[in-house]
């Protein structure tokens, strides 16, 4: 069983259900008029995007992007698309829904490219977030739970395409990846 591979749960199902529905309650209030578009990044954020969708009353789009960093060493901060936006998102508000915000590198380059696109605005949702572990200064406007340096998976996270369908973030034992 995935569960298995679990060495602690770090934020069980209750807290994140709750802070979800905290988050969007907050978007609804700062967009109060507006139709932003939440652009979620592949794959990790689907199972995040999908609880602040259930919650968000507001008259919101969708759109999702899949990006990965350029192979080799630890990336650059230049990205490769791997699928595009469908629509225009020429003069409209972005939120980016994203998994977890590391290094800050995806994120520093995919704000860069939605800019490039003529967004009006970009801000960020996070399901996580792993302050200690920043290269590049960038902070997101709503972030769910700040948590120390450790390997987690599960609610859309993976490690090697799997735990994304676990119901809690768990730190996945050591030496299932050392
Ligand atoms: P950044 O560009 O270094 O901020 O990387 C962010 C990406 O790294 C996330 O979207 C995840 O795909 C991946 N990542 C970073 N830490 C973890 C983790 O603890 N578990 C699973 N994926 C992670």
Known sequence: ML???IANILV???QILTRCR???RIIDENYQGKQPIMVALLK???VFLAELLKNIELAIEVDFLDVSSYEGTESTGEINIRKDLDRSIRNKEIIIVEDIVDTGRTLNAVKKYLYDKGAASVEVATLLDKKSRRVIEIEA???GFDIPDYFVVGFGLD???KYRNLPYIGV???ELYK
């Open 3 to 5: 569960k298995d591979d």
């Open 12 to 14: 069980d199902e209750q």
């Open 22 to 24: 905290e988050i969007a």
């Open 44 to 46: 990790g954020s689907v």
């Open 141 to 143: 406007e709503y972030v």
């Open 159 to 161: 490690f090697n395409q």
């Open 172 to 174: 996945l034992k050591e």
